[in-house]
T-cell receptor, first 114, second 114 residues
């Protein structure tokens, strides 16, 4: 596709349910990032994939959060047993390579836990 | 680890007035520096970036930023603001010799009065 695609754009879930958020990066981009943006806050780093290397999971806030990237392309962020504090916009970005190139962002998934 | 500070949460300017958004970073060496803009309900779009060389960089939409090593700053400027510039602005830093994960500031919300 022409840009980074995220789905769904909005998700409302009940507390305690599991959710899956999808990110389809730009074709050929080896780096993929997940960030969380809470109201009035900046972007909180969650996880980073680079090529076939082991992902950098240092930003995941708890073991309820996990992510995978299949075939070096599509990524899924999974939140288990959702809590109200998980409510936020989850942004995915990809870049051609690491570090010095522009990160292209999707429009995000707005997650609301009720 | 690197960090980014955007000291102004909100900035209000009149249309046609000049603008300067502040960004300070903390990193031992020269980082890669970025400014992104986020319009309501949208993902982030790159305005400009600095890697090396000329410390004054030009971006899209008439924006520019100046890297000042002595002040660890990378302030964003525009000589004449348009109403369509109202948005959230994020400064980001990537450690040139580190993990290559962009670290973002909390953002500055720009309000433009007619």
């Amino acid at each position: 596709g022409a840009g980074v695609s995220q789905s769904p754009s909005n998700k409302v879930t009940e507390k305690g349910k599991d959710v899956e958020l999808r990110c389809d990066p730009i074709s050929g981009h080896t780096a993929l990032y997940w960030y969380r943006q809470s109201l009035g806050q900046g972007l909180e780093f969650l996880i980073y994939f680079q090529g076939n290397s082991a992902p950098d999971k240092s930003g995941l806030p708890s073991d309820r959060f996990s992510a995978e990237r299949t075939g070096g392309s599509v990524s899924t962020l999974t939140i288990q047993r959702t809590q109200q504090e998980d409510s936020a916009v989850y942004l995915c970005a990809s870049s051609y390579s690491q570090g010095d190139t522009e990160a292209f962002f999707g429009q995000g998934t707005r997650l609301t836990v009720v | 680890a690197q960090s980014v500070t955007q000291p102004d949460i909100h900035i209000t300017v009149s249309e046609g007035a000049s603008l300067e958004l502040r960004c300070n970073y903390s990193y031992g060496a020269t980082p890669y520096l970025f400014w992104y803009v986020q319009s309501p309900g949208q993902g982030l779009q790159l305005l400009l970036k600095y890697f090396s060389g000329d410390t004054l960089v030009q971006g899209i939409k008439g924006f520019e930023a100046e890297f000042k090593r002595s002040q660890s700053s990378f302030n964003l400027r525009k000589p004449s603001v348009h109403w369509s510039d109202a948005a959230e602005y994020f400064c980001a830093v990537v450690a040139s010799g580190g993990s290559y994960i962009p670290t973002f500031g909390r953002g500055t919300s720009l309000i433009v009065h007619p």
